[in-house]
């Protein structure tokens, strides 16, 4: 009975001793952190995303307060956060413009045709790596919904073999385009209408034997813009969105119908 109650002495003894070790080291080790980071932490939206090229909402609160990142870094808040920020810093940095993604294909399968059965594993970088692309424009969306598994907010879908965004769901994270092996996908902003759906740069007749709706290198949608907004390299049209109007001219003299216009 005696070396029950020593055992358990012993134990009682042994614990106190790792919790005063404990305490002392918590305060000798102690970081002392600035509590606007933690204000800054408290009002991002906590998504984790990366879009801020920073880890984390943690790792951006601190890139705020240490003077690493200005008050806007985070895309996903926008103009709200960001003024709370400003709030908290002292500063009168200004939001940009919210962005959302955009998937630069139009080529569903009612504009291109099936050339591989594909059966292997349902990812758009296995595809890729197999080289079995199941379209007959390689430079298309796969459509195997690669993008619509790692976005957060489940804007994402896929329609007839084409993935695409739902613009009033998507936070703009950026995420949808890091997991694109064909970068097909970017951020556009969200005030844009007028788009290219396209990343064919082949010559003008071979995209046309396998899309309907591929651009072909024609540069009428050029002799439109009155601000020159549109370039054609590499047999592809590219539109500058800090210099689009959004007029439409472009999109109505498009022969394919390449450029269209986001809802």
Not at 4 to 23: E, P
Not at 193 to 216: A, H, P, S
Not at 219 to 232: D, F, S
Request: overall charge neutral.
């Amino acid at each position: 009975m005696s070396a029950i109650i020593i055992a358990t002495v012993v134990i009682g003894l042994v614990g106190v001793a790792v919790g005063i070790a404990l305490v002392y080291i918590g305060n000798r080790f102690h970081v002392e952190v600035d509590e606007r980071e933690t204000a800054i932490r408290e009002v991002l939206p906590g998504n984790n995303c990366g879009a801020c090229g920073y880890a984390g909402c943690d790792a951006v609160a601190a890139a705020i307060v240490n003077g690493e990142a200005v008050a806007s870094a985070c895309p996903v808040g926008g103009a709200p956060v960001t003024a709370k920020i400003n709030e908290i810093m002292g500063t009168h940095s200004e939001a940009g413009e919210r962005k959302v993604a955009f998937v630069r294909c139009n080529g569903t399968c009612v504009h291109t045709s099936t050339k591989n059965n594909y059966v292997g594993i349902k990812d758009c970088r296995a595809v890729v790596l197999s080289q079995l692309y199941p379209w007959d424009c390689d430079h298309g969306c796969m459509g195997f919904g690669s993008c619509a598994a790692v976005c957060p907010q489940h804007a994402i879908t896929v329609k007839d073999g084409v993935a695409v965004v739902d613009k009033e769901a998507c936070i703009g994270c950026g995420l949808c385009a890091k997991e694109c092996p064909k970068n097909l996908i970017e951020l556009v902003p969200y005030s844009q209408k007028t788009v290219v759906r396209c990343m064919n740069t082949d010559k003008g007749k071979d995209v046309k034997l396998v899309c309907e709706v591929g651009c072909i290198g024609c540069r009428l949608c050029t002799k439109q813009c009155e601000n020159g907004a549109i370039t054609v390299d590499n047999n592809l049209a590219h539109i500058d969105y800090a210099s689009c109007t959004n007029c439409g001219k472009c999109a109505a003299k498009c022969p394919q119908k390449t450029i269209t216009t986001l809802a």
